[in-house]
């Protein structure tokens, strides 16, 4: 068997295996959210006797006085906010960290280091958050997704500085440019590719994000859409079919923006990686 025949055989098994992993747990969940409550809790990939396509899904959007419709009101001002604190600060810092040597350098990069590492602890962070009054508020949950996403941020800016000549600084400060200047106008425009793979990666991370909202934004005002999927598991009775129409429904945001920009995120990860 010649070499090219053996390549081509290995990269048709791969795709039929990502097609297995990937997409027959997709099918499963698209299938079972057609089916009836008892249909459903078989748990097998088998066609429905009959669909109840709008039936499930309209009972879903307007379950518990429209709380899904709510639930993605909240997780939207929740994911654009965080994102945009991110963007701002951690570039920033990103560049800071990347342009600045100095003795204080190795300490602020371990603590960078320290913070991607270091698991968050909850009972003191709500003890803080309720101390300082934001607690099971917008605003506090936001500040929380910001603090636990900023480390990898600012790591990704930070490398995808490297691949930014000095020059360009040194020619907008002989130009006259000041320190912001030269940031927001000459340095921000060139990190669109790294922006765009730190928006799509904290997008899907802070929409399907289900234990922070848990602890530290409850309520019932204050459902993220993860949360939900409460609505469906009980002790004593489970609408599957229910759940797996909520699955769906929650699961297209994100999967949308993944395949319009997975191109971007694959061009941000690895720009600057080989660049010393």
């Not at 068997?1 to 081509?8: F, H, I, L, P, Y």
């Not at 997709?26 to 709008?54: C, D, G």
């Not at 799509?200 to 848990?214: E, G, H, M």
Request: glycine residues 4%.
């Amino acid at each position: 068997m010649s070499r090219g025949v053996r390549k081509t055989i290995i990269e048709i098994v791969a795709v039929l295996l990502s097609g297995v992993i990937f997409w027959v747990p997709f099918y499963f969940v698209i299938i079972n959210s057609f089916k009836t409550r008892t249909e459903a809790s078989l748990m097998n990939i088998s066609w429905p006797s009959s669909f109840h396509i709008w039936a499930n899904y309209k009972e879903v959007l307007l379950a518990q006085n429209n709380m899904l419709l709510r639930a993605f009101y909240n997780s939207t001002i929740l994911t654009v906010a965080s994102i945009v604190l991110l963007v701002f600060f951690c570039s920033m810092a990103g560049f800071v960290l990347q342009r600045r040597q100095d003795k204080a350098s190795p300490i602020i990069n371990f603590l960078v280091l320290a913070g991607l590492m270091i698991p968050p602890a909850i009972v003191p962070t709500i003890w803080v958050v309720d101390y300082i009054g934001l607690f099971k508020t917008m605003q506090g949950i936001i500040l929380i997704e910001v603090a636990l996403a900023a480390p990898f941020t600012i790591i990704l800016y930070r490398g995808f500085m490297v691949s930014i000549p000095r020059e360009i600084d040194e020619a907008a400060t002989v130009d006259g440019c000041n320190s912001f200047r030269l940031y927001f106008q000459v340095i921000f425009p060139l990190l669109q590719p790294v922006t765009a793979t730190i928006i799509v990666l904290s997008a899907v991370t802070i929409f399907n994000d289900f234990v922070n909202p848990l602890y530290f934004f409850p309520g019932a005002n204050n459902v993220t859409v993860q949360l939900t999927l409460y609505n469906y598991i009980s002790r004593s009775l489970n609408s599957w079919n229910l759940l797996f129409t909520n699955v769906v429904l929650i699961s297209l945001p994100p999967l949308v923006l993944f395949i319009f920009f997975n191109k971007k995120i694959v061009a941000g990860m690895t720009a600057g990686a080989v660049k010393g």
